[in-house]
């Protein structure tokens, strides 16, 4: 039997790092729940299921707001889930589910200092992904779920999002001796305004001592060839969110430069189908792991 079928809740929560919570009231709301039942026991999620909501999770920490999401999500129709599941059993999350909740408690509030302090506390710790995946994103998540179940907490969402790039920007000023001569180049490509994802990507990166030069939102692809032609990075990565900002044309009109950067793109706007060489990452410990080979690290 396939060893993605047939699980439970938490087995599932842990491998997407969201709260049970989370996933119950995916299913209440949206009906993105458990497909498999037997008389006397508990439902469990089944391979389709796992896809549906890896889809809806990606989506949701991007930006896409949680109904829009959950619609993506239920009209997958499992092509995919091989791969997809693959990739979540490899980058099973614990949750910190305590201090998510306070970290909830304390932007409900509007305690920023409280925030901050515990975010710059855990990235220190434990580093920008595992702070990312364990308490950043399970937030996010949240926040969203929030807001589409009462319309309220628009202010919270920018109070956390405006700390949470505050902190990477922080981080990604401490690189010192690069590793790499030249920076890898991150970008939002076209009308793209969601930008947080690449924030979190510069600061992962400079733990690694991994310098950037960061373009940040709505980049035109004019701007981008500008700055390959110049500085010739070793790597190139484009974010896009919405599905109109992830035009695959932009790709063919990058410039041809020797040695020729290894192209990233990452975001739920660009699809699955991505031409070759282009690598299409499905998130930041993905992404990072590309860039790392293509400065030789």
Known sequence: MDPVENLTVAAVARRLGVAPATLRTWD?????GPSDHSTGEHRRYNSLDLARLTLMRK???SGVSPAEAARRALDFDGVSSAQLISDTLNKEVTIREELVKAVMRAARAYDKSFVEEVLRSEMQMRGVANTWNEVIAPVLVLIGEEWADSGTGI???HMVSEIIKRLMQEWNSNVVDPINSRPVLLACIGEEM???ALYALSAALSERKIQTQFLGARTPVEAISAVVKRSAPPAVFLW??????GDLAVLDQLPNVRPAPRIVVGGPGWGDSIPKPAIHVEDLVEACEEILRAVGA
Do not use: D, F, P
Not at 28 to 32: A, H, Q, S
Not at 240 to 245: E, R, V
């Open 28 to 32: 209440r709301r949206y009906g993105l």
């Open 59 to 61: 989506l949701v920490i």
């Open 155 to 157: 202010e919270t969402e």
């Open 194 to 196: 969601h930008s947080l």
């Open 240 to 245: 896009a969110q919405l599905n109109k900002n």
